[in-house]
C-alpha cells in the first residue's frame, strides 16, 4: 500500500529520536516552557472534563463513530463528494502530497492570485505546501497568531496546539521587530501588545485576500458539511472573505452523520484547550450565493492514510482528532518537546501515526525509533476523547520493526536478546550466571548499578540497574526448602506427604 | 482526477479487505446527479448513551435556571448579558452603540430595535442583497447588530445560521462591536438539543466569547480578530 512519499512535506526528521531529544533536552528554556503550558493545559483540560456528566459515555460514542467511518470509509467519501458537489463546490482527489500541492498550486493559479491566507491546518504542513505555493511564487500567509511567529522565524512548529511555545515572548518582540512589515518600532515584549501587532498586521490581508487556504477538522458526508474549530478569528477571516476557498482534508475526518457533531463538539474543546466551548466553530456546505466564497474546492487526501487504513491495529491512529490531548499528558514530550519527532505530528499521536503514514525503511530511518519514544505509561490512552489505544499500537510498531529487521545483520540488542536466550534456557547456565552477577554489587552504589564499561555502558547510559541481591531467589528457595527443590519445584511438604504415603486427614 | 479517485477507493477497498464488487455501481459513478444523499445512509448508527437531547438532564433545565446558566457562561468568557423584555430592547441597544458612530444591521432584523440609536445619532446601514456593503465599509463600520438562531447555556454559545435576521457571516465579523440578540425561546441546555434545531446545511457561525489566543507563553489575550466586544441582549 502507497505510503506518503519521502522528500516532500514535513513527516520525517533527519535523525533518530534518542539523537533528536538529547539535544532538544538541553534547551532548558523549551522544558521551562513546555512544562509550563502542558501542566497548565493539564489542569484545565482535567476541571472541564470533570464537569461533564457523560464525559466516558460521550468517548464511547466518539470512538464507535470513528470505527463505523473508517470501515465505511469508500462509501461516506463518495457520499460527501456527491454533496458538496450538489451544493456548488468542487471535489479533488489528491493520491499523496505531491499530487494535493499540484492540484492547490494550480487552483491558485486559476483564481489569479499571487498571495493567500491560510488557517492553521495541520495537514497543510504535513504535505509542505506553503513551501510549493512559495516555488510558484506564491505568498502563503499564516493567520494563527503562533504560526506567524513561527513562519517570520523561519523556523517548524513545536506542539499541535501552541506551535510558538518554545518562543518566550522576548524573543516574539524580536522576531516581530525583524520580520513584521510595518510594525510599531516601540512594540513591547506584553503579550497583549504583540497580539495587537499581528491583529493590525493581519486585518490587512484579510480585507484584501481573494484565496483563503484551510484544512478541516470534519466534513458530514450525508449533508457536505464542512467545519473548521478555532480561538482568534483567523479562521473566519479566511473562510468568508475571499473569494475563493481551498480546504485540504485528509480523508480520515469524514464523519457520517450532523448529528455526530453533537459528540465531537463536546470532546473536542474541553480536550485540546481545556474550554467548555472554544470561541469560533464555523461550519459551511457548499457555496451559499452572496455569503462568503463562491469558488469552493475540498481536496482529499491520502499520503499515507490508506495504508494506516490496512494495518488493523494501526487503523484506529486514523481516528485521531488533533486536540493534543496525549501531547499535554506524555512525560516524553513534556521534555523532549515536539522537534525532537522530526513529524508536524509528534507526542504520543504523531509516534503512532507517523510512521504508519511513512513506511518506514530500516532501522536507519528515523521514523522506525518513533515506537520506541515512548514510556509505555498509558497516559494518553486514559485522556484521548476518542480511546485510541495509542500503547498498543506503539507495542505492534515495535514488533513490526524488530520483525522487519530479522534475517539481516544482527543489532546489539538482538544479539543481548539471544546471549540471554540461551542463557535463561538452560537451569546451569542461568544458576552460573546468577552467581557471576553477585559481583555486580561491588559496581553498585546505593541500590543501583549507573555505570557499566561497554557493552554494559549501552545499558547504563540511559538506564539504571538494580543491584544484583546478596543471595538470589532460587538460592534462598533452596535454602529454605531443602537441596534439590529448586530444580524439583517440589515443596518440603509435599516431599513429606508423598515420602510417607499417608494423605492429610482428620483424627 | 478520476484516475486518482478510482485508485484511492481501490486502494479503500483493498485496505478494508473488501471486494470491490460488493460496492454498487451508482457509489462508484462520479457525482453527474446533482441531487444531495442524506441520512446515515451506508453507515449503521452508533448507540448513543450519552446525555442526548431528549434526555432528563436537558429537558429538566428551563426557565430562570437555564438563563442564569447561559447568562454565567456568556460572562465567564467577558462578554456582557443585559436581560430584556421586548419593549426594552431598542433603548439598551441605543445605550451598547453609545459611542458608535456608524452602526450595520442584516435587513430582516427588527426595525424597531434601532429607532432609539438612530434617533439619538447613530447612523444605521442596513446590508441586504440590495446594499451590499464592500470589506472595506464594513471595516468602516463601529458596531453590527444581529439576531441569532439560538444559544447553547452549559457552554456560552451563540449560534448565528445567516438567516435575514443575521445576515451574512461578514456582518458579525469585521466590525469590532457585536451587538447579539438572543430570544429566550431559543435557548437550550446543551450541544445535542441545539443540533436538533440547526440546519447545517446553512452556513453556520458557533461564538463562544470574543476570540482569544494563548499562543504567547500561554497567556491569554483577549480579541485577536473578530469583534473585540460581544454584547448579549437577552429578550423574552
Known amino acids: 500500500m502507497p505510503t506518503a512519499p519521502a522528500g516532500v512535506g514535513h513527516l520525517r526528521g533527519d535523525r533518530s529520536f534518542p539523537r533528536a531529544a538529547e539535544h532538544e533536552l538541553a534547551n532548558d528554556q523549551l522544558r521551562r516552557n513546555l512544562g509550563h503550558a502542558t501542566s497548565t493545559i493539564r489542569a484545565k483540560r482535567a476541571a472541564v472534563v470533570a464537569e461533564v456528566p457523560d464525559w466516558e459515555a460521550l468517548r464511547d460514542a466518539a470512538s464507535a463513530i470513528k470505527t463505523a467511518a473508517m470501515a465505511h470509509l469508500p462509501e461516506l467519501l463518495?457520499?460527501?463528494e456527491v454533496n458538496v458537489t450538489a451544493r456548488g463546490g468542487v471535489v479533488h482527489w489528491a493520491r499523496d502530497a505531491a499530487e494535493a500541492n499540484r492540484i492547490v498550486v494550480g487552483l491558485v493559479r486559476a483564481a489569479g492570485a499571487r498571495e493567500v491566507v491560510k488557517i492553521k491546518s495541520m495537514v497543510t504542513q504535513e504535505i509542505g505546501l506553503n513551501e510549493a505555493l512559495e516555488a510558484d511564487g506564491v505568498d502563503a500567509l499564516e493567520t494563527d497568531l503562533a504560526e506567524l511567529i513561527v513562519q517570520l522565524a523561519g523556523d517548524?512548529?513545536?506542539?499541535?496546539?501552541?506551535?510558538?511555545?518554545?518562543?518566550?515572548?522576548?524573543?516574539?518582540?524580536?522576531?516581530?521587530?525583524?520580520k513584521m512589515p510595518d510594525?510599531?518600532?516601540?512594540?513591547?515584549?506584553?503579550?497583549?501588545?504583540?497580539?495587537?501587532?499581528?491583529?493590525?498586521?493581519?486585518?490587512?490581508?484579510?480585507?484584501?485576500?481573494?484565496?483563503g487556504i484551510s484544512g478541516a477538522n470534519f466534513a458530514i458526508a450525508e449533508t457536505g458539511t464542512i467545519g473548521i474549530v478555532e480561538s482568534e478569528g483567523n479562521g473566519r477571516m479566511c473562510l468568508t472573505l475571499p473569494d475563493t476557498l481551498i480546504t485540504v482534508m485528509g480523508i480520515e475526518k469524514v464523519l457520517p452523520r450532523a448529528q455526530d457533531l453533537e459528540v465531537f463538539l463536546q470532546l473536542l474543546p474541553r480536550s485540546s484547550t481545556g474550554e467548555r466551548m472554544n470561541p469560533y466553530t464555523s461550519t459551511w456546505a457548499g457555496v451559499t450565493p452572496g455569503d462568503g466564497p463562491q469558488q469552493l474546492h475540498l481536496v482529499l487526501l491520502d499520503n499515507g492514510r490508506t495504508a494506516a487504513l490496512a494495518d488493523e491495529v494501526g487503523r484506529q491512529a486514523l481516528h485521531c482528532i488533533r486536540c493534543s490531548a496525549c501531547l499535554n499528558v506524555c512525560p516524553v514530550y513534556e521534555r523532549a518537546g515536539g522537534h525532537a519527532y522530526g513529524s508536524v505530528y509528534p507526542g504520543p499521536i504523531g509516534a503512532a501515526l507517523t510512521p504508519l503514514l511513512t513506511g518506514t525503511t530500516g532501522h536507519d530511518d528515523p521514523n522506525s525509533s518513533l515506537p520506541f519514544a515512548s514510556s509505555l505509561c498509558g497516559a494518553c490512552f486514559e485522556v484521548c476523547p476518542?480511546?485510541?489505544?495509542?500503547?498498543?499500537?506503539?507495542?505492534?510498531?515495535?514488533?513490526r520493526e524488530v520483525d522487519a529487521e530479522r534475517g539481516g545483520v544482527p543489532g546489539g540488542s538482538e544479539l543481548a536478546m539471544r546471549a540471554l536466550g540461551k542463557v535463561m534456557e538452560h537451569p546451569r547456565a542461568f544458576a552460573a550466571a546468577e552467581v557471576a552477577s553477585r559481583a555486580g554489587r561491588l559496581l553498585a552504589r546505593d541500590g543501583a548499578i549507573t555505570r557499566l564499561p561497554w557493552p554494559g555502558s549501552l545499558w547504563t547510559e540511559s538506564r539504571d540497574l538494580p543491584a544484583p541481591p546478596r543471595e538470589s531467589f532460587r538460592a534462598w528457595w533452596a535454602r529454605e526448602r531443602g537441596p534439590g527443590s529448586a530444580e524439583a519445584g517440589v515443596s518440603p511438604a509435599d516431599r513429606r506427604s508423598a515420602g510417607n504415603g499417608s494423605t492429610e486427614s482428620g483424627a | 482526477m478520476t484516475d486518482a479517485r478510482a485508485e484511492m477507493l481501490a486502494r479503500l477497498d483493498a485496505a478494508l479487505g473488501s471486494a470491490a464488487t460488493e460496492r454498487t455501481a451508482t457509489e462508484r459513478t462520479a457525482p453527474e446527479n446533482t441531487a444531495t444523499v442524506t441520512g446515515g445512509g451506508p453507515v449503521p448508527d452508533v448507540d448513543r448513551d450519552y446525555l442526548g437531547a431528549d434526555s432528563t438532564w436537558e429537558t429538566a433545565t428551563t426557565g430562570a435556571a437555564l438563563?442564569?446558566?447561559?447568562?454565567?457562561?456568556?460572562?465567564?468568557?467577558?462578554?456582557t448579558v443585559t436581560r430584556v423584555t421586548p419593549?426594552?430592547?431598542?433603548?439598551?441597544?441605543?445605550?451598547?452603540l453609545v459611542g458608535a458612530r456608524r452602526v450595520v444591521?442584516?435587513?430582516?432584523?427588527?426595525?424597531?430595535?434601532?429607532?432609539?440609536?438612530?434617533?439619538?445619532?447613530?447612523?444605521?446601514?442596513?446590508?441586504g442583497p440590495s446594499q451590499v456593503l464592500s470589506v472595506r465599509e464594513l471595516d468602516a463600520v463601529d458596531a453590527v447588530v444581529t439576531g441569532s438562531r439560538l444559544a447553547i447555556a452549559e457552554t456560552g454559545t451563540i449560534v448565528l445560521d445567516a438567516a435575514a435576521d443575521q445576515g451574512r457571516r461578514a456582518l458579525s465579523l469585521v466590525p469590532d462591536h457585536h451587538i447579539c440578540v438572543v430570544r429566550t425561546d431559543d435557548v437550550v441546555r446543551g450541544v445535542p438539543a441545539a443540533m436538533t434545531r440547526l440546519d447545517v446545511t446553512r452556513p453556520l457561525t458557533w461564538i463562544s466569547g470574543p476570540s482569544a489566543t494563548s499562543d504567547i507563553e500561554l497567556e491569554r489575550v483577549e480579541g485577536v480578530h473578530g469583534p473585540r466586544r460581544l454584547d448579549v441582549v437577552l429578550v423574552g
Do not use: C
Not at chain 2, 87 to 96: F, I, K, Q, S, Y
Open chain 2, 105 to 127: 444591521a442584516p435587513h430582516g432584523l427588527d426595525r424597531s430595535w434601532l429607532e432609539v440609536a438612530a434617533a439619538a445619532g447613530a447612523d444605521v446601514v442596513w446590508d
Open chain 1, 78 to 80: 463518495t457520499q460527501l
Open chain 1, 156 to 178: 517548524r512548529p513545536s506542539h499541535i496546539l501552541v506551535p510558538a511555545i518554545h518562543f518566550n515572548r522576548a524573543q516574539i518582540r524580536e522576531i516581530f521587530l525583524a
Open chain 1, 386 to 399: 476518542v480511546k485510541i489505544d495509542i500503547p498498543s499500537i506503539l507495542v505492534h510498531l515495535r514488533a
Open chain 2, 67 to 79: 438563563l442564569a446558566l447561559l447568562t454565567e457562561r456568556i460572562v465567564d468568557y467577558r462578554a
Open chain 2, 87 to 96: 419593549d426594552e430592547v431598542a433603548d439598551v441597544v441605543a445605550r451598547l
Open chain 1, 183 to 211: 510594525v510599531d518600532p516601540d512594540l513591547t515584549d506584553d503579550p497583549r501588545q504583540l497580539a495587537m501587532a499581528a491583529r493590525a498586521y493581519l486585518r490587512e490581508r484579510f480585507l484584501r485576500a481573494q484565496v
